[in-house]
């Protein structure tokens, strides 16, 4: 596998933001990030990963902020019963475009218009460090998710979101200028190519994600901080992600009174190795 054109990265850090807005109008452009060939890690490599803490089909699944619908697509393709749910009305119509089948629904995480219990699992694949309101849209998650159901979430790891590398060797340090603890917003502004892309979102340490979890009654069952495989190391400059974790996936489920049927056994790397 050929190395993508090494990308210029700028990063900023605003005292405030409005996300929904931010995402709202960087839509476009990552429309084409996304959908672009090689541009993006969900293909080289992250989706594989992730797909590994999803459980087998069952009931209703419910993809939160699903974007432009790639994850949507791929879990239905895997036999899920899919409905996603997003805040931009632009990435919304161009999930809806591609892909008429699946149920799509405009509105804010930390507000779904849906019933108690009505998914059997939800996947937060790259969205929570979007969502401003993050307590909200977690307890959200929750309440829809039926006894036992599972929460499936990937984000950036709050490393990766707290600090840079110093330079493009293998060996460079790894830098956090200023704090890990606090949560601030930031700006990562991406060039390749044709390709401008800004990624608008918050940093928050890892504490916020597992207390958020633990307040709306989740228990954690697998929390993983993947190196990059080897298969997608391609260059000196990408090696240094097998030092520093890009991103943080968790796996949590909702105690009930179900019979407990759709357990560990039901879940594991199938799916994943079914895309190679």
């Known amino acids: 596998m050929s190395e993508p054109p090494r990308p210029r990265q700028r990063r900023t850090r605003p005292a405030e933001n409005d996300l929904k807005a931010a995402w709202e109008r960087n839509a476009p452009a990552w429309i084409g990030w996304a959908r672009a060939p090689g541009h993006d890690s969900y293909w080289r490599f992250h989706r594989d990963l992730f797909l590994e803490l999803v459980p087998s089909p069952r009931g209703v699944t419910l993809d939160l902020g699903c974007g432009e619908g790639r994850l949507a697509r791929d879990l239905a393709l895997l036999g899920h019963a899919v409905v996603g749910v997003d805040a931009s009305p632009t990435l919304l119509a161009a999930a809806r475009e591609a892909a008429p089948e699946i149920e799509l629904h405009l509105a804010d995480a930390a507000g779904l218009p849906f019933a108690d219990a009505s998914f059997d699992l939800v996947v937060a694949f790259m969205s929570l460090q979007d969502i401003e309101d993050l307590d909200g849209a977690v307890r959200e998650a929750a309440r ?97 992600w097998r030092r520093i974790p890009l991103f943080l996936h968790a796996r949590a489920v909702k105690p009930g009174g179900r019979d407990g049927r759709q357990g560990a056994e039901e879940v594991g790397p199938a799916a994943a190795v079914a895309w190679r």
Do not use: K, M, W
């Open 144 to 240: 829809v998710l039926a006894p036992e159901g599972r929460l499936c979430l990937a984000i950036v790891h709050p490393l990766n979101s707290a600090g840079l590398f110093a330079g493009d060797e293998g060996t460079s340090p790894f830098v956090i200028e200023g704090s890990y603890l606090d949560p601030s917003l930031y700006v990562d502004e991406i060039e390749r190519e044709d390709h401008h892309l800004r990624f608008e979102s918050a940093h928050r340490p890892l504490q916020a994600y597992t207390e958020a979890l633990a307040d709306a009654g989740l228990l954690v069952e697998r929390l993983r901080e993947p190196p990059l495989p080897r298969h997608a190391v391609v260059s000196d400059r990408n090696a240094r």
